[in-house]
C-alpha cells in the first residue's frame, strides 16, 4: 500500500501562484510514477501532469502546460505541482495518484492504483 496525502492548496487571485505538495509513505517512492489529477464541481476528474519514477520524464495536459511544473524530490518521498499563472478554471480539488513505475508513462487515471484525498485549490476572478 502507498499512502499519499496533499497539502498546499488554498485560496488565491487570478495570476497568482501556489505549489501542491503530496507526501508518500508505506512502499519504496521511487519505484513510483506519480501525477496530479483534478476535479471541478459537476466535471469528471481530469488528468493534469504526469512523472515517471526518475522525474526525468513529465507529461502535462495543454491546459497547464507552460503553467504549471511538476517535480519531485525522491529522498523526501515527496511529489510537487508549482502553478503559476492561475485561472478561474483552474479551480478544482486536485489528487495526486501513484502507480507502479511503467513504460510509458500515462495519463489515464484507471492506470493508477493509489490516490491521495484531495486538496482544493480556489481562483478568485
Known amino acids: 500500500q502507498v499512502q499519499l496525502v496533499e497539502s498546499g492548496g488554498g485560496l488565491v487571485q487570478a495570476g497568482g501562484s501556489l505549489r501542491l505538495s503530496c507526501a508518500a509513505s508505506?512502499?519504496?517512492?521511487?519505484?513510483?510514477?506519480m501525477g496530479w489529477f483534478r476535479q471541478a464541481p459537476g466535471k469528471e476528474r481530469e488528468f493534469v501532469a504526469a512523472i515517471n519514477w526518475s522525474g526525468h520524464s513529465t507529461y502535462y495536459a495543454d491546459s497547464v502546460k507552460g503553467r504549471f511544473t511538476i517535480s519531485r524530490d525522491n529522498a523526501k518521498n515527496t511529489v510537487y505541482l508549482q502553478m503559476n499563472s492561475l485561472k478561474p478554471e483552474d479551480a478544482a480539488v486536485y489528487y495526486c495518484?501513484?502507480?507502479?513505475?511503467?513504460?510509458?508513462?500515462?495519463?489515464?487515471?484507471?492506470?493508477?492504483?493509489?490516490w491521495g484525498q484531495g486538496t482544493q485549490v480556489t481562483v478568485s476572478s
Open positions: 495518484a501513484a502507480r507502479r513505475a511503467t513504460i510509458p508513462l500515462t495519463t489515464n487515471q484507471n492506470d493508477y492504483s493509489y
Open positions: 508505506g512502499r519504496t517512492f521511487s519505484n513510483y510514477d
